[in-house]
């Protein structure tokens, strides 16, 4: 049986509304080989008490101030003992208490695993699908059109992995899995849910900086001029996308 081991890490700070459903949903896994690692930035708000109520089942718990959002993640790579990494982040959550052990048990060895994520609004209300599916096959080239498969619904070999890139302070993500999946050979698409996302994080409230930041990604990966014609695409299938949904809604 396929069973190897998965560095889950959360990052947080002052988010003591959310973190306990995230948590419990790493630690109420069925799966038996998960390594639990919680980073903190100086929470003030309460989260790092509520935090310690599950120190105990966690492999590490670090409070402290950091320089961001990647920074705190690179934090948690640079302790990944595990053969993969996934990244679930306060506010979002496995999708089922067996989303671990599914996924493993779709195939064997495989350098990235990928699923299908779940929108949910501010009061946990679901929103259903993301936009922009999980595509049936995935290489490098399909986030050319979008981020097709969200950071939470990702697992990726940490052989494969590099630190985030510390010029985006929003977006380095995409970087960070486009960079993975260049390297990788077995790619598999589990065809399940895998993760629950709570919208409206940093790159919700600062999107312009984060569409600015994912055009300088895309350019780097894909070129300046094929990217200016995927992002009239984007453009295209946006303006698609709304306006069957308003027709929808009328």
């Known amino acids: 049986m396929f069973q190897p ?8 700070y002052n988010n003591v509304r959310d973190i306990e459903r995230t948590v419990l949903s790493v630690l109420n896994q069925t ?3 998960i390594e639990y690692l919680v980073i903190d930035g100086a929470s003030t708000d309460g989260t790092l008490e509520l935090l310690k109520k599950y120190e ?3 492999a590490k718990l670090i409070s402290e101030k950091d320089k961001g959002i990647y920074d705190a993640m690179n934090k948690g790579l640079a302790l990944a003992s595990g053969e993969y990494i996934l990244f679930m982040n306060s506010g979002d959550e496995l999708y089922a208490s067996d989303t ?4 493993f ?3 064997p060895d495989a350098d990235i695993y990928y699923g299908e994520t779940e929108m949910y609004d501010e009061d946990w209300k679901s929103l259903g699908q993301r936009r922009h599916k999980a595509p049936e096959t995935f290489s ?4 050319k059109y979008g981020m097709c498969i969200s950071h939470q619904a990702i697992y990726i070999r940490r052989s494969l992995t590099e630190p985030y890139d510390p010029q985006y302070k929003l977006s380095a993500d995409i970087d960070w899995i486009i960079k993975a999946a260049k390297k990788a050979g077995k790619i598999v698409n589990t065809r399940r849910y895998v993760a629950k996302y709570l919208v409206g994080g940093m790159s919700k409230k600062k999107h312009r900086q984060s569409l600015i930041e994912r055009f300088h990604i ?6 300046l001029i094929p990217n200016v014609f995927n ?7 946006l303006a698609f996308y709304y306006l069957r949904h308003r027709r929808t809604n009328d």
């Open 5 to 12: 081991k998965l560095t889950v890490i959360t990052i947080v």
């Open 31 to 33: 799966y038996p080989n």
């Open 105 to 107: 048990a779709s195939a």
């Open 100 to 103: 671990v052990e599914n996924v």
């Open 218 to 223: 895309f350019s780097k990966h894909y070129g």
């Open 56 to 58: 105990g089942r966690l």
């Open 231 to 237: 992002h009239a695409v984007i453009a295209g299938n």
């Open 140 to 143: 490098w080239k399909d986030f």
